[in-house]
């Protein structure tokens, strides 16, 4: 289709569907769900996909669905939306505001659910009037802030089976409304989890020599590992190890026999991702040791990652430009932030981008995963029309590199 076209039937379409999808956004922010129990959340999306004829089906988990659009042969394309939300109160005073209490959707994860619901209901109204070149597949991924992420459960379930492209976006408030953010490359960093347990003699502080002074090792294990993996690595990874609870003891002149640190450890290059337990281990080892102290470690293994594909960056940046235009796409830097996207482009093609969801003029530092955090509603029709503009690139892409190869494939073949 050529681009003035399709600028117009998405213009017609969002004149119809933009209040709708709004509404859709606030009904999900006021019911927010956490992680693996996102059973209304899922319901809402399958009754929107059925009432338009297409067939859901929800993951074997019970929360998330995929949804095929067009069944002609051709590539097929995915477009993924993350749709849990936060343990967090929501502190915004508006008619939307979250009924949950202590749920939140600060992420943005309500929008991006929008904004992949009404882009399938553009592609299946050109499926319908046989515009579409090949196949989407549409993905409610559930816990993405779990870790290792929701991402893996739809792999399991053969989710990307088939699937020869992927996309996703996330809402930015640092980027304007109208403006997408792209990278080529790594865009988010890979996030673990780990926990250190400490254990030794405790006994009387009068006496700490007879101790193992759990305190005080526990204490130099939280200060001296984070220096020690900084020191290891190559710089340029980022690695960093920061700490979010320490707990022993619980009188003042009692040294205790057993302790606790939880953290996070975080880097932007996948090779120190995957050396990252072994060298925390033999570290944690070798402070322990010099202080006398047994040390568990838990190592859990979280995400890489997002590494955008060049060629996939290129689709998203066309696709932006030809309907938002030219000064549309913005660069964006690589965060130490986790994204379970990465599990998907470790086994295809795509990319990930941002999406302005600020109001332009606005001078407010807002910030995801904060109570706060709300954005420009308009963002739905935007992200819409990118959604759908590249999904389709893609597919017509596919079709063009398969013809000059010799022949158009089917799905899977």
Known sequence: MPARDLRDSLGAFLALHSESLIGFRRDLHAHPELGFVEHRTTERIGERLTAIGLSPAVLPRGTGLICDIGSGDGPTVALRADIDALPLQDEKEVPYRSTVAGVCHACGHDVHTAIILGTGMFLAQQAALGLLPGRIRLIFQPAEEVMPGGALKVLEAGGISGVDRIFGLHCDPRIELGQVGLRVGPITGACDKVSVRVAGPGGHTARPHLTADLVFALAK?????????????????????????????????????????????????????????????????????????????????????????????????????????????????????????????????????????????????????????????????????????????????GRITAADAGAVHPVGA
Request: glycine share 8%; charged share 20%; proline share 6%.
């Open 221 to 397: 294990i939280v200060t001296e590992l984070p220096a020690a993996l900084s020191r290891r690595v190559d710089p340029r990874s980022s690695l960093s190890l920061v700490w979010g609870r320490v707990q022993a003891g619980s009188v003042a002149n009692a040294i205790p026999d057993d302790g606790l640190a939880e953290g996070t450890i975080r880097c932007l290059d996948e090779q120190a991702w995957h050396e990252a337990p072994d060298l925390f281990k033999a570290l944690l080892d070798s402070v322990a040791v010099a202080y006398g102290v047994e040390a568990e470690m838990n190592y859990i293994r979280g995400v890489p990652p997002t590494i955008n594909e060049v060629t996939s960056v290129q689709m998203l940046r066309d696709a932006a430009e030809e309907i938002l235009g030219p000064d549309s796409t913005v660069p964006t830097p690589q965060s130490l932030g986790g994204e379970d996207f990465g599990w998907y482009l470790e086994s295809v093609p795509g990319a990930y981008a941002r999406l302005g969801v600020r109001t332009p003029g606005d001078t407010s530092r807002l910030d995801i995963h904060q109570g706060t955090f709300d954005v420009d509603e308009r963002c739905i029709a935007v992200g819409v029309s990118v959604m759908a503009a590249t999904a389709l690139t893609a597919l017509w892409d």
